[in-house]
């Protein structure tokens, strides 16, 4: 379904697989959001009535929205919804999350507009071990509650998939989102280090947000999942060393903030 409205500067990309309720709380959250946008919607074919909603439902964004036949899993459809999608910055969003500031898409996109960056978003880590792993304390974040940002914006290593922003120019030119890591994990570290290899640097702004977990990719019966879901894991970080050996371990602190982390680590 496409409505047809002008061209928008910005597309807000949201791959769903069923959760509609979850859907439905982010785009609550949406509304009212200061910087224009087009929603993009590709939907993994849904069973609990999504196609139905975004058939029907007013929202006050345009909006396209595709369904796929069966569950082509998340990143193909990150790479459906960036096709698809009308706008020359690209925001993928988890629709498991709630946005607690009006302005957090134009926090995204000034941060977009900074010399240098090429990727912005909420969640990020600022140093990676060679494994790939995220070093827990450099993790920098703007949960609602609990956020750790001390200023408005930080340079991290790699940014987190539950939010994505970057120019369609960028995207393209790195090849889009690599599917060989199959259904759903290490996109985002991959496209984080796509973006850093190509010479741009990757950022997380201070803009306030809920994060429900797993709304993207989960459905009714995920426990049973814990263990596959546990191997795709693993096997996404292993694939991902492997691609940016050469790259890992990184760190983006300089040397003054790593000493300063390091001692407020060891002070308590």
Same mark, same amino acid.
């Given at each position: 379904?496409?409505?047809?409205?002008?061209?928008?500067?910005?597309?807000?990309?949201?791959?769903?697989?069923?959760?509609?309720?979850?859907?439905?709380?982010? !785009?609550?959250?949406?509304?009212?959001? @200061?910087?224009?946008?087009?929603?993009? =919607? #590709?939907?993994? *074919?849904?069973? &609990? %009535?999504?196609?139905?909603?975004?058939?029907?439902?007013?929202?006050?964004?345009?909006?396209?929205?595709?369904?796929?036949?069966?569950?082509?899993?998340?990143?193909?459809?990150?790479?459906?919804?960036?096709?698809?999608?009308?706008?020359?910055?690209?925001?993928?969003?988890?629709?498991?999350?709630?946005?607690?500031?009006?302005?957090?898409?134009?926090?995204?996109?000034?941060?977009?507009?900074?010399?240098?960056?090429?990727?912005?978003?909420?969640?990020?880590?600022?140093?990676?071990?060679?494994?790939?792993?995220?070093?827990?304390?450099? !993790?920098?974040?703007?949960?609602?509650? @609990?956020?750790?940002?001390?200023?408005? =914006? #930080?340079?991290? *290593?790699?940014? &987190? %998939?539950?939010?994505?922003?970057?120019?369609?120019?960028?995207?393209?030119?790195?090849?889009?989102?690599?599917?060989?890591?199959?259904?759903?994990?290490?996109?985002?570290?991959?496209?984080?280090?796509?973006?850093?290899?190509?010479?741009?640097?990757?950022?997380?702004?201070?803009?306030?947000?809920?994060?429900?977990?797993?709304?993207?990719?989960?459905?009714?019966?995920?426990?049973?999942?814990?263990?596959?879901?546990?191997?795709?894991?693993?096997?996404?970080?292993?694939?991902?060393?492997?691609?940016?050996?050469?790259?890992?371990?990184?760190?983006?602190?300089?040397?003054?903030?790593?000493?300063?982390?390091?001692?407020?680590?060891?002070?308590?």
């Amino acid at each position: 379904m496409l409505e047809c409205q002008p061209r928008p500067v910005i597309s807000v990309v949201m791959p769903v697989y069923n959760q509609l309720a979850l859907t439905r709380a982010c !785009l609550d959250s949406l509304r009212g959001t @200061s910087e224009p946008f087009e929603l993009t =919607v #590709v939907d993994n *074919a849904s069973t &609990d %009535g999504t196609a139905e909603f975004f058939r029907t439902a007013p929202l006050p964004f345009p909006r396209r929205y595709h369904r796929n036949a069966e569950n082509v899993g998340l990143i193909r459809a990150l790479n459906q919804g960036a096709a698809l999608a009308g706008g020359d910055v690209l925001c993928f969003l988890h629709n498991d999350t709630e946005m607690r500031d009006v302005r957090w898409l134009a926090r995204l996109r000034a941060a977009l507009e900074e010399p240098g960056v090429g990727l912005a978003g909420l969640y990020g880590a600022r140093r990676l071990r060679r494994d790939g792993r995220y070093v827990g304390r450099t !993790l920098v974040h703007a949960l609602d509650g @609990s956020a750790n940002l001390r200023v408005d =914006v #930080v340079e991290v *290593a790699a940014v &987190d %998939g539950v939010c994505l922003t970057v120019r369609r120019t960028v995207l393209e030119a790195i090849g889009g989102f690599d599917e060989g890591y199959g259904f759903f994990h290490g996109y985002d570290r991959d496209l984080s280090f796509a973006v850093r290899a190509a010479g741009h640097r990757c950022v997380v702004v201070n803009a306030p947000f809920v994060h429900r977990g797993g709304g993207t990719r989960t459905s009714a019966d995920a426990p049973a999942k814990t263990a596959d879901d546990l191997a795709q894991r693993r096997s996404a970080l292993a694939r991902f060393a492997t691609k940016w050996k050469h790259h890992l371990p990184t760190d983006v602190r300089r040397p003054r903030e790593r000493l300063t982390d390091w001692l407020c680590e060891r002070l308590g």
